[in-house]
């Protein structure tokens, strides 16, 4: 067997432990005799390991009482519908950051007024503007951020402190570091990049919001049926709730979210040193303080010396480093389960594919 460098941007690298755990267990969980994927989950096996999931989320992100923790289906982009179906009512307050902003402000829009409080859109999204900056109209019932822009490589590193309910969209630096959800309402996450395989978004809810949400609502739309249901309404992705399970068991091996953010740091200054350090060959898209340590963008000089630079690294077993379709360029994602050798190995690569170019 041969593992690459997988620098994917999601679905992505996953801790090598705990997919060899999952294979491990697959035929038995928990010695019931049958696979996760074979038991139902409203069996006493399936709900313990559930509680599980949501008392180490609790533990990891010390995520205080008042808030309810439940798994959704439909990805992000069903989120992007979910927040406003449930909150908006007079007008949503958008600070677009990229691409994924943009679409959850248009996805909301189906259900009312909605607008930017700031953007870096004009600038190609290269920056986040200043917390303080956004300008929050009248009768708006939240203002909504993502914090970590997944295309363009920025990343929040202070959130904006405001009057109304904070929601923020965490899919691609959920459990990269630790994080105060005191400050936000609703925090949502696709986990396919930090924490299992595309299937399930873990939602953090608090309390006095969900009171305020649209009970008119299909009851599959409404965050009030997750929470009364304990996200067992209908049947739960159960094995990707038991594979978010095992990697957040793995991150609190590794020393919890502290430790994993002081190698996402290392991890990251590793790649950014050799654009900073390459005379203009290699250009970060972002501006270094709104540098994303779990997506790092970056330009050649012209398109064509990428494709060849995506096409030898992979040769080198380096992959998934071309960007976005729509930006173009390069991006490495370095999530939590790429290793810091992941790391070093890429940036050897790219020193030596600009002495050869
Ligand atoms: N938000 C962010 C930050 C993303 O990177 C993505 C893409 N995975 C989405 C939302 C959309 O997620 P999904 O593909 O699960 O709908």
Redesign the pocket.
Known sequence: MKRVYNFNA?PSAMPLEVLKQVQEEFLDFAHTGMSIVEISHRSAAYQAMQDDTVCMLRRLLRIPDGYHIVFIQG???MQFIMHAANFLKHRGAYINTGV?SDKAMQAAAFYGETYEAASSKADHFTYIPEAGSAVIKPDTDYVYI?S?N?IHGTEWHDFPSCNVPLFC?M??DFLSRPVDISRFDLVYA?V?KNVGP?GVVVTIIKDSLLVQANSQLPLMLQYKTYVDHDSTYNTPPVFNIYFVNKVLHWLDAQGGLKEIEKRNIQKAHILYQVIDESDGFYKGHAVPQSRSRMNVTFNLPTPALEAEFVAQAAEASLIGLKGHRSIGGCRASIYNAVTEEGCQALAAFMMKFQKNH
């Open positions: 999601g990805g992000g982009s994924w993502t970590n997944t969209d899919s691609s696709g396919q595309a």
